[in-house]
């Protein structure tokens, strides 16, 4: 699997899953965001960080960079791409996921581990197809601006089409307001599109890769795309 | 002839000035004024901690540098692996402007790491405040929890450690102390020479503008209530800047160093901190020119560019074929990059506006800050914090209910309300999160790992100044040797009051000799340090505080640590007899909570303490011991209740003899202590090898980790595992 880590001045997750990626066999390469192609990847990831700093709103002006209009073209003709945390975030501001992140209610940082309770029902997706049947994913998250905020008919038509992905939960899978590390509606922490090609979340899977540094669970995401590459 | 209120306002005596035109045999330039003004601030120029310096072990068979010679110190991790560290100081800034103030002193540390050449892998935080009750202290204490978090969080650099602390004499002025570790290999390392005639002075990264104009100097000078005027004295950082000249600097120490001769970044003093002390270790002149320092603000006076902190700007020393090469290096990154001098014959700094001299001068008359020598403080009759009788307490009368209300003190309650806050992970190399004793790190790309922490309590400084100091090294020390790690070597941030008050120069000398000589015996050489000195409020000097920040190296991390405890697991004590008399609460945070005494004795023997951690090392490393604990601030009952908490296990005692004073068991903090978790297969093996070093050892109870409900018992305590974590966190 070759994956292009889409990496802006103020990244800093691309390293991160360099290493998840090694960890589970693909082939990592970085694109630098002054380029125009992608070459030609089987998954794009735009890792976490600050983009070109987020002073003003969180990847507000990423989107406007060289390489954006390559992964949209990309994601439109059913490329597979995920957006994490900062990532996440960049592909709401450019259309590719309805949405947007707003401040943490706490209005402070946090960095912790969450558990993830994946919809039984969601929508057929690369990145989802062959998660086992483990109650929840624990995957830590790290952000200031992860409270996932869409009006009501945009909720109401991820909630409808089962476009929903993750919520925020219990190890056990129980999903409630007071596993909620953000305050995001819902208990959203991460979305599809319409497709299922397009992957956004605000939990870090690439720093759940190896058990010496917490856990794992992050690399049934990875080990689900290859399964479906092989398809 | 200069005026008072001039020479005030840049914190230099009159003997001071007087010596500037002695050394220059005529009067200053304004440029030069302040030039010198800065550079002998005490921040900058150590005035009264040099001498005493020379007290300190800098050698050792790992050390790579010599302190102060370079940004921080380094030390070999064998393999071409190189770790360099450095602990600095931001207190004034951090008094009166909380989030920049702490911003920017993680921002300064990461420069001097990166400025080396190296990946700063780590962060850790040594924080101290006042009074809670006063309202000041917690719009401080998240201001600069804020800060730290909103410019680390953004750089992409772990937060992993530290400590923060409460005592009322830091009320006012808190301490701010941030330590950086980074790590890459041997051959990377850059120093922060300038050297070769003709080579350009090229200033990179953000713009220069009156931000921070002599904080130098503002940070040594004592704290005054009109102080919060001094806000402009104060920089604002720009996470995002730093973040792009950390990887440029990085980038081009691995790929292109053959391009330069040196890297120095600006922090106290700016340019010409900068710009001479870069000269003076090449031995070579050099000729700046301001009218080439990009500016931010219109109209800035030399004296303005020279002085200005503002934050995020690296000066690099190209070789003169390579000019165009760095420049085009840091354009990629998006900073702008411009020669603004160069290195020239002699040995003279010489500052140009275009045509116009504005200051010329040796550089070493500059740089060679007079010193004070306090040796002659090293004794003192009527110190007043020592006195050795301790007014008599009762003995606590309701266990349970004395561990809730000291696990709810703010200096032991769970501190995860700052922790959270900062990403402690990022890089993928964190093993031990903040929160459970010393961090372990992940060397990257190796097996290795290394283990770092802070350490310091006031309270035992300030009872005894020597004594108290070795025992920050001696905690620190074993901080990692609980984690497996063996001490390498430590860095120190000196933080006292005003040196010309006689009792804070006492505490100063003997701290720095406590220190020196705990570091001998533990062969943990000290390789950077820094000193925050004049922080004193109008309610008089802060609790002494050398905090130590140290470092300790894990060979091979995959074969090491059981991050969790197995039911049945053995607890033992390692170091004393179980039962404690009244004087072993001397300095304790039980004692100071009931009585907000600083009386009695404290003492540690550190031969002992050596034997007991390479004791507990070789324990380790014969495979005997699976987690251990070391046994400090609160006691032993307190460290009993955070393995129960951290591992989320319950624990039984056996039916031990507790016929000792139950406080002073409980809560004394008897130094050279640790629990040790093990088997109960090992635990004959692990009393022979104790006797045959003649290390008290006896066993203590059975940790339970099954479907019963988990307690921690211990003869009249008898308490469930959410009782213990609802008082643990709910202070902060």
């Given at each position: 699997m070759k994956v292009a880590i889409v990496v802006f001045?103020?990244?800093?997750?691309d390293e991160d899953c360099v290493y998840a990626m090694q960890q589970v066999g693909a082939e990592p390469y970085k694109v630098w965001h002054t380029e125009k192609k992608l070459g030609n990847p089987d998954l794009v990831i735009i890792p976490g960080g600050f983009s070109y700093g987020d002073?003003?709103?969180?990847g507000a002006i990423a989107?406007?960079?060289?390489?954006m209009e390559d992964i949209i073209t990309y994601a439109k003709s059913g490329g597979l791409v995920i957006g994490i945390c900062n990532g996440f975030q960049i592909l709401c501001e450019s259309g590719l996921l309805p949405g947007v992140l707003i401040r943490n209610d706490s209005l402070q940082f946090r960095c912790q581990d969450t558990f993830l309770k994946l919809?039984?029902?969601?929508?057929?997706?690369p990145f989802l197809n062959?998660?086992?049947?483990?109650?929840s994913l624990k995957i830590p998250i790290s952000h200031g601006s992860g409270n996932y905020f869409a009006d009501k008919s945009t909720l109401k038509s991820l909630l409808k089409n089962n476009r929903i992905a993750f919520q925020y939960s219990n190890p056990n899978g129980i999903i409630d307001s007071?596993?909620?590390?953000?305050?995001?509606i819902a208990n959203i922490a991460g979305i599809l599109n319409e497709h299922g090609n397009v992957l956004g979340m605000?939990?870090?899977?690439?720093?759940?890769?190896?058990n010496l540094i917490g856990?794992?669970?992050?690399?049934y995401i990875w080990k689900s795309v290859i399964e479906s590459l092989k398809k | 002839m200069i005026s008072k209120e001039q020479l005030e306002k840049i914190a230099m005596s009159e003997e001071e000035y007087n010596l500037v035109v002695e050394r220059l045999n005529r009067e200053p330039t304004d440029v030069e004024l302040g030039m010198f003004s800065a550079l002998w601030s005490e921040h900058c120029?150590?005035?009264?901690t040099r001498p005493l310096f020379?007290?300190?072990?800098?050698?050792?068979?790992?050390?790579?540098s010599k302190t102060g010679e370079e940004n921080a110190g380094a030390i070999d991790l064998g393999d071409g692996d190189v770790a360099v560290f450095k602990v600095e100081s931001h207190n004034h800034p951090s008094a009166v402007e909380p989030y920049e103030g702490a911003a920017t002193g993680v921002g300064g540390i990461l420069r001097d790491i990166f400025a080396m050449g190296m990946r700063p892998i780590a962060l850790l935080d040594s924080l101290r405040f006042g009074?809670?009750?006063?309202?000041r202290t917690k719009y401080l204490l998240d201001g600069v929890i804020s800060g730290i978090s909103g410019y680390g969080n953004c750089v992409g650099v772990p937060t992993v450690g530290g400590e923060i602390f409460f005592d009322d004499?830091?009320?006012g002025n808190p301490l701010v102390n941030v330590m950086c570790v980074g790590t890459g290999k041997k051959d990377d390392l850059i120093s922060a020479t300038a050297e070769g005639l003709e080579n350009p002075l090229i200033l990179v990264g953000s713009d220069t503008g009156r931000?921070?104009?002599?904080g130098a100097t503002f940070a040594s000078v004592d704290l005054s209530?009109?102080?919060?005027?001094?806000?402009?004295a104060v920089q604002v950082g720009n996470p995002f800047m730093e973040k792009l000249l950390m990887e440029a600097c990085v980038e081009l120490a691995q790929?292109?160093?053959?391009?330069?001769v040196g890297l120095q970044d600006l922090g106290a003093a700016g340019l010409t901190s900068s710009a001479l002390e870069a000269a003076e270790r090449g031995r070579c002149g050099v000729e700046i020119d301001i009218a080439k320092v990009p500016q931010r603000?219109?109209?800035?006076t030399g004296y303005e560019i020279m002085l200005s902190?503002?934050?995020?700007r690296m000066l690099v020393i190209a070789k003169k074929e390579h000019e165009q090469n760095v420049i085009d290096h840091f354009k990629k990154w998006e900073l702008s990059a411009n020669v603004v001098g160069k290195v020239i014959n002699g040995e003279n700094v010489i500052i140009k506006n275009e045509d116009e001299i504005l200051a010329d001068s040796k550089i070493n008359i500059i740089t060679d800050a007079p010193t004070y020598n306090l040796?002659?403080?090293?004794?003192?009759?009527?110190?007043?914090?020592?006195?050795?009788n301790m007014p008599v307490i009762d003995d606590l009368k309701d266990p349970n209910q004395a561990l809730v209300e000291m696990l709810s003190l703010p200096n032991l309650s769970s501190k995860q309300f700052a922790f959270q806050q900062y990403d402690h992970q990022v890089q993928n190399n964190t093993i031990i999160k903040p929160g459970f004793g010393a961090a372990i790190i992940r060397?990257?790309?190796?097996d290795k790992a290394l283990a770092m922490t802070t350490d310091c309590n006031p309270r035992k400084v300030q009872i005894d100044p020597y004594t108290g100091s070795q025992i920050a090294v001696a905690e620190a020390a074993r901080n990692l040797v609980a984690v497996g790690a063996k001490p390498l070597a430590l860095t120190d941030c000196l933080n006292f009051g005003n040196p010309d008050n006689d009792v804070v120069a006492f505490q100063l000398v003997n701290s720095v000799k406590g220190i020196a000589d705990a570091a001998n015996i533990l062969d943990t050489p000290v390789i950077s340090g820094n000193a925050s000195l004049y922080n004193e409020t109008i309610n008089g000097s802060i609790a002494p505080t050398p905090v130590i920040g140290m470092v300790g190296l894990i060979?091979?991390?995959?074969?090491?640590?059981?991050r969790k405890i197995s039911n049945n697991k053995k607890l033992l004590l390692l170091g004393s007899e179980l039962n404690q008399d009244f004087?072993?609460?001397?300095?304790?945070e039980y004692y100071y909570s009931k009585t907000k005494s600083h009386s009695g004795v404290i003492s540690i023997d550190m031969q002992f303490e050596k034997k007991i951690q390479d004791c507990v090392l070789n324990l380790f490393a014969k495979g005997l011991v699976s987690n251990a604990q070391d046994i400090a601030d609160g006691g032993l009952l307190i460290a009993i209740a955070e393995l129960c908490m951290n591992y989320s296990v319950g624990f039984t005692a056996q039916d031990?003899?507790?016929?000792?004073r139950l406080d002073a068991t409980f809560f004394?903090?008897?130094?050279?202590r640790l629990l040790i978790c093990t088997d109960e297969e090992n635990i004959n093996a692990i009393f022979d090898y104790a006797k045959q070093l003649s290390v008290p050892c006896e066993e203590i109870g059975t940790f339970h980790n099954d479907k019963h409900e988990k307690k921690l018992i211990f003869g009249p305590v008898d308490i469930k595992l959410s009782e213990l974590n609802i008082a643990h966190e709910k202070t902060f």
């Open positions: 001045p103020g990244t800093w997750s002073y003003l709103r969180c989107r406007f960079s060289n390489i919809n039984d029902n969601v929508i057929d997706s062959s998660i086992n049947e483990s109650p007071i596993y909620n590390p953000n305050g995001s605000m939990p870090h899977p690439e720093r759940a890769c190896d856990g794992e669970d992050g690399n | 120029g150590y005035k009264h020379q007290f300190f072990p800098t050698e050792g068979k790992r050390v790579l009074d809670l009750a006063q309202g004499s830091f009320t931000d921070g104009i002599h209530e009109d102080s919060v005027s001094d806000r402009p790929q292109h160093k053959e391009w330069i603000e219109s109209k800035m902190e503002s934050q995020e040796l002659d403080k090293e004794h003192l009759n009527d110190y007043p914090f020592s006195d050795p060397v990257p790309g190796t060979e091979n991390i995959s074969k090491k640590l059981v004087s072993s609460l001397a300095g304790s031990v003899d507790l016929s000792g004394g903090e008897k130094e050279s």
